[in-house]
């Protein structure tokens, strides 16, 4: 598998509403979080674009060594306007302020995806002028994306600073 580069961009401030759950990566549980959001999201009114986010919210010491069982936050999301109210069925706000992101342009089956993590982690950031930043990372799902079609595309937005 071939990887990209990144395009380093900075992200404007994003408010999404979803819902979350707590998970590690052996007891992943993201086909259930979407399979529960994705009804009722239908009842978003005020949705400022069709594009679906998967927001992970790392503790501060998930990166310093692997350990697949690790927890951290998992969203399922949709951006809304900036006068969001809440809205039915236990969806909540999360805000993504504005700031530096890598951002790896990934085609190919998400469950496929890890091989671009793996790239992104081990190889690119340490070789890289930028570390990690301690904000939420994210994928944004478009048009494009289509599950486990090895023609989807999504993109992922790693937070990132200068070293």
Do not use: C
């Amino acid at each position: 598998m071939q990887f990209h580069p990144p395009r380093i961009e900075k992200s404007k401030e994003l408010r999404l509403l979803g819902l979350r759950t707590r998970m590690s990566l052996e007891e992943n549980t993201t086909h259930d979080l979407w399979r529960r959001f994705r009804p009722v999201s239908a009842a978003i009114g005020n949705r400022s674009g069709p594009e679906w986010y998967s927001v992970e919210v790392y503790p501060d010491s998930f990166f310093n060594s692997f350990d697949p069982g690790k927890i951290f936050e998992k969203w399922a999301a949709v951006a809304v306007d900036k006068d969001a109210s809440p809205s039915p069925g236990g969806l909540e706000q999360i805000l993504i302020e504005e700031g530096l992101y890598a951002v790896f342009s990934y085609q190919g089956s998400a469950s496929e995806a890890h091989r671009l993590f793996r790239h992104i982690y081990d190889e690119w950031i340490p070789s890289a002028d930028f570390e990690l930043d301690q904000r939420p990372h994210f994928a944004v799902m478009g048009a494009g994306y289509k599950g486990e079609d090895p023609n989807s595309q999504e993109e992922f937005w790693i937070p990132i600073r200068k070293n």
